[in-house]
């Protein structure tokens, strides 16, 4: 007995004086900074890419970014009010987007969708987010409601059987095929910015997920709904003593995460023209990646967090790897971006704009 | 350790269940000795009990298309079989015992392979197997599966170089699929010769399909004199493909080869056409894509110009008439029009699991028994058997179609249009 704690108390001093979890990081950190500069100076002497190509990577990067960023704010609003994370929220963002598309295809069928082009894309956005806003609130009153006193780890597991479910149930409803968006003529080709040149497509995404972004921050700092959504968030008891109907909230945070899904989904299309039924998973986790990057719970986070991970993604295969003669970098891609989420939760699992201590997520 | 004593029991009961299983099948005593004989013993049909097929193709998801195609393939030839083409809506039967198809799905994956031929194969009833429709389904995984259980498996569309090359090849698994040592060669011949083009560069999704085509397509376009400028290679259920086409567009090749899957290759196909490095790039991809569901996926005014290859069903050597005339009208009278390329090679290769079955089954009063081993012997001794798509010949490597015409067609106005080049190939042995 006495051996054994005297041994465990000189492990214990050893520790103290070399901190093997600091230690390893150090070197993890060294390391990994090594390899981006090494790699980024490799590729750069090749000079095989020229400004305007790294211009195209980056704003193909800010794009999908942007729409990383409006789908995570939906992460987000849950995880800040109800602490679960809701990873049925991709399939919300299908669910409008590839109902609108049927929308979209009549609209093109008629020559409208060209002819008119801004009044169809407003309709989209309406049939999409509605759509969407819809599937988000059934699936609180449905699936989260009824836990909302269980452990934690029930209302994921359930977010987990939801996200299925509604994979599969709009399989049934749409079909397993893979379907075009059709092209919005006006939105087609590129055009020159600061003698760039940068695919439309791409700029609209951008204006568009900024609109959606400040929308939603004007919302949560200025409106009632907002300040009720804070309260609840820092102590839903609390709030409900005030006279706060915590019910309505929590019901209002999914309608706002769907719509802003929903409204996601349409710059998703235009970037990227397929609707099919699993198209909600990999945005859906690459979301998740991006609210956890930028501090789960934090709107400025989920929208820096998308930006970094999309430019990570669409720049970071070919600027770091390349130069190593690394064959199809891109295809490494998930590395870069999975990477990410690891080397933020070790070293700082709060997130980019999250309390540093904090550890809930 | 408690939880390794639990497994220490669970192997031992594992092992208790088969001592006690093959007691129980050597106390039948009677079955003949062509089974004691054949390493993986008799498959036997009680009197009045059917004969048991399995298919394992994609019939679910965004392949799906290529998979159905292939499964109603098996599907009408097997209501045909002993009634002289006759479709009359009923099975045919061997030595008369009917034959039932248990069909699962591959998934185009490793993993949907792997489970789809675990559960075939845990049915001991299973003589043969049609499938897979993706090679990344069958390589390493189901073929294997089913070779080490005895289990034949033919695949109507499987046209990874893998599967039938030394070293990777596995003793049951034969095709009627094309090789894409062929198909690979055609392209290249196609790009070099037919379009006069000298620079390429490829993309492939890491299947072995896609890898493996790409491959040969780069291997004989080097060898013509081509440059091939890069390989590059994406993820699977990626939906940005704007930096590899960047990068690949810094060579500006002619030539952009991408015969991959639909929902991948009509992304491409989309962002290809907006990179401004690729815009005079000739885009084509193979028999993957070739259906029209890579063409509603792409959109039609994206998929215009890109050159599909793909088997040529306006030059199929064997029974065209038979395929013309009644073939295509029974198919699209039941199934409606054909959305893919393969269904004759999957009812040749039912044809030819049907005609081994016959001819080894022993027959013992009612009861019939199949001897795996023979089975599987039966069917690499396939020669001159003469099918829809060819005279087909199986070689010691399962491949089964010893040359094959490929054809590269385009798309105009958002559907195939006849073949613009078609070449004929053999298999180098």
Request: glycine share 12%.
């Amino acid at each position: 007995m006495t051996t054994n704690s005297t041994s465990s108390r000189n492990y214990r001093v050893l520790l103290e004086r070399f901190p093997v979890r600091r230690t390893i990081l150090i070197v993890l950190s060294v390391l990994i900074a090594y390899g981006v500069i090494a790699g980024t100076v490799a590729t750069l002497q090749t000079g095989r890419f020229t400004t305007a190509d790294w211009v195209s990577l980056f704003t193909a990067g800010v794009a999908r970014g942007s729409v990383y960023a409006i789908i995570a704010l939906g992460y987000t609003l849950v995880y800040g009010i109800l602490f679960i994370i809701n990873f049925a929220h991709g399939e919300v963002f299908m669910a409008g987007t590839f109902t609108a598309f049927f929308i979209a295809q009549a609209l093109a069928g008629q020559g409208i969708l060209n002819e008119y082009p801004i009044p169809s894309l407003i309709l989209l956005f309406v049939v999409s987010s509605v759509v969407s806003m819809a599937v988000a609130v059934i699936l609180e009153r449905v699936a989260y409601r009824p836990l909302r006193g269980a452990p934690r780890l029930v209302p994921l597991i359930t977010a987990i059987g939801a996200s299925l479910f509604l994979e599969y149930t709009f399989r049934g409803f749409y079909g397993a095929q893979v379907r075009a968006y059709p092209n919005i003529d006006i939105l087609q080709g590129n055009i020159i910015i600061a003698g760039f040149s940068v695919q439309k497509a791409q700029v609209l995404v951008t204006i568009g997920a900024v609109i959606l972004w400040f929308s939603l921050f004007m919302v949560i700092e200025r409106t009632k709904l907002g300040r009720a959504m804070r309260a609840v968030g820092e102590d839903r008891e609390i709030a409900a003593l005030m006279g706060i109907n915590v019910d309505r909230t929590i019901v209002s945070t999914f309608a706002i995460g769907g719509v802003l899904a929903g409204a996601a989904g349409i710059l998703f299309v235009q970037l990227f023209n397929s609707v099919f039924f699993f198209m909600g998973f990999f945005p859906g986790i690459k979301a998740f990646t991006a609210a956890v990057l930028g501090g789960i719970g934090s709107i400025t986070g989920a929208a820096v967090g998308g930006l970094v991970l999309g430019i990570l993604e669409a720049v970071g295969p070919i600027l770091f790897l390349t130069g190593f003669g690394i064959p199809s970098p891109n295809q490494l891609q998930p590395i870069i971006s999975f990477g990410i989420l690891v080397l933020v939760l070790i070293f700082r699992p709060g997130g980019l704009f999250g309390a540093p201590d904090e550890e809930r997520a | 350790m408690k939880n390794r004593n639990g497994l220490r029991y669970l192997a031992l009961l594992g092992v208790l269940t088969l001592v006690i299983a093959a007691c129980g099948d050597g106390g039948g005593g009677s079955a003949p000795e062509e089974c004691e004989a054949d390493e993986f013993g008799c498959v036997e049909v009680a009197a009045g009990e059917a004969i048991k097929l399995g298919s394992l193709l994609v019939t679910t998801g965004p392949n799906s298309s290529l998979g159905l195609d292939s499964q109603y393939g098996v599907e009408l030839a097997l209501d045909a079989w002993g009634t002289e083409g006759e479709f009359d809506g009923t099975n045919g039967q061997i030595k008369g015992h009917d034959v039932t198809l248990t069909s699962e799905d591959d998934g185009c994956s490793a993993d949907g392979g792997t489970a789809g031929a675990n559960k075939l194969a845990a049915d001991s009833q299973i003589v043969a197997v049609i499938g897979t429709s993706c090679s990344s389904a069958a390589l390493g995984v189901a073929d294997k599966i089913f070779s080490d259980k005895g289990i034949s498996i033919v695949s109507p569309s499987n046209t990874g170089p893998a599967l039938t090359a030394e070293g990777t090849h596995q003793p049951f698994y034969l095709r009627t699929a094309h090789n894409d040592s062929i198909q690979g060669a055609a392209v290249a011949n196609f790009a070099y010769t037919e379009l006069g083009l000298r620079t390429a560069a490829t993309i492939h999704d890491g299947s072995p399909y896609a890898d493996g085509l790409q491959q040969v397509f780069a291997d004989t376009f080097t060898s013509l004199g081509g440059t091939v400028t890069k390989q590059e290679a994406i993820q699977v259920g990626d939906t940005d493909f704007n930096p590899v086409l960047t990068d690949i567009a810094t060579d500006a090749p002619e030539f952009l080869y991408f015969p991959i899957f639909v929902a991948e290759g009509g992304l491409i196909t989309q962002q290809a056409r907006a990179i401004e490095g690729l815009a005079d790039s000739v885009l084509a991809g193979s028999d993957g894509m070739f259906t029209q569901d890579w063409i509603d996926a792409a959109g039609a005014e994206n998929a215009d110009g890109v050159y599909i290859s793909g088997p040529d069903l306006a030059s199929f050597s064997g029974d065209v008439d038979f395929y013309n005339d009644v073939f295509i009208p029974a198919y699209t009278e039941k199934y409606g029009a054909p959305q893919s390329v393969f269904h004759a090679h999957a009812w040749d290769a039912t044809n030819l699991v049907l005609t081994a079955i016959d001819s080894v089954a022993i027959e013992d009063g009612d009861t019939l028994y199949i001897p795996r081993t023979a089975l599987k012997d039966a069917l690499y001794a396939t020669s001159g058997f003469v099918g829809i798509t060819g005279s087909l010949t199986c070689a010691t490597t399962g491949d089964c179609q010893p040359s094959a015409t490929i054809a590269v067609v385009t798309v105009e106005g958002g559907a195939f249009t006849e073949a613009v080049y078609s070449e004929l190939g053999t298999l180098d042995s």
